[in-house]
C-alpha cells in the first residue's frame, strides 16, 4: 500500500467517525449512545492507525474497553469512580508504551480526563469538561493531520458550548 493510499483510507476513516459521532448525539439513552460512539472510536482508532498515530490508536483502544465497560455498568446513582480511576491508569500507562514525543501528553491527558469526568454522570460538568479536553485532542489531531479528527473535536467543542449555554439558561428559569 502506498503511502497516499494509507493516508487516504485514514482520512476518510476519520470522516467517518466524525459522521457516527454526529449521529451519537441523536441518541437517547446512555446505552445506545455508548454503543455509536463505540463504532465511532473503532473507526477514529483505524484512522489513527492509517495516519501513524500510535498514541492516539492505542489509546482509543482503551477507549472502547472503557465505552464497553461503561455500557454494562448499571445506573445505580454510584459513581463509578474505581472503574475510571483504572482505565485512566491504564490510559496513561498504553499512553506512555506508544510515546511519540510530547504531544503524546495531549491525548493521554486529555482521554484519561475525559474517563474520569465520564463516570460522574453529571452531564454539564462533562460538557465543561469536553471544552478542555476536546481543545487538547484538536491540537493532536492537527499536528497528526487527521482531517476528520480535527472536525471532530470542533464539532465537540462548539456541541459543548451550546450545551453549557442552553442549560445553564434552562437552570436560571427553574
Known amino acids: 500500500m502506498t503511502p497516499q493510499t494509507q493516508q487516504l483510507i485514514g482520512q476518510a476513516l476519520g470522516i467517518l ?3 457516527i459521532t454526529v449521529i451519537s448525539y441523536q441518541m437517547n439513552t446512555k446505552r445506545s449512545l455508548l454503543l455509536v460512539q463505540t463504532a ?7 484512522a489513527y492507525l492509517f495516519l501513524d498515530a500510535a498514541s492516539g490508536f492505542t489509546l482509543n483502544i482503551v477507549c472502547i474497553i472503557r465505552n464497553i465497560v461503561f455500557y454494562f455498568q448499571k445506573d445505580t ?3 463509578h469512580t474505581i472503574s475510571a480511576l483504572v482505565l485512566a491508569a491504564a490510559m496513561v500507562t498504553v499512553g506512555a508504551l506508544s510515546w511519540q514525543g510530547p504531544i503524546s501528553l495531549l491525548i493521554i491527558a486529555a482521554l484519561a480526563a475525559n474517563t474520569i469526568f465520564m463516570s460522574f454522570g453529571n452531564p454539564q460538568l462533562l460538557r465543561q469538561s469536553v471544552l478542555g479536553t476536546s481543545s487538547m485532542i484538536l491540537l493532536y489531531n492537527i499536528f497528526v493531520f ?3 479528527g480535527i472536525a471532530n473535536e470542533g464539532l465537540s467543542i462548539i456541541s459543548s458550548a451550546v450545551g453549557i449555554v442552553r442549560f445553564r439558561k434552562e437552570n436560571a428559569k427553574n
Request: hydrophobic content about 45%.
Open 146 to 148: 487527521s482531517i476528520g
Open 17 to 19: 467517525a466524525t459522521v
Open 77 to 79: 446513582g454510584k459513581v
Open 40 to 46: 465511532a472510536t473503532a473507526c477514529t482508532c483505524l
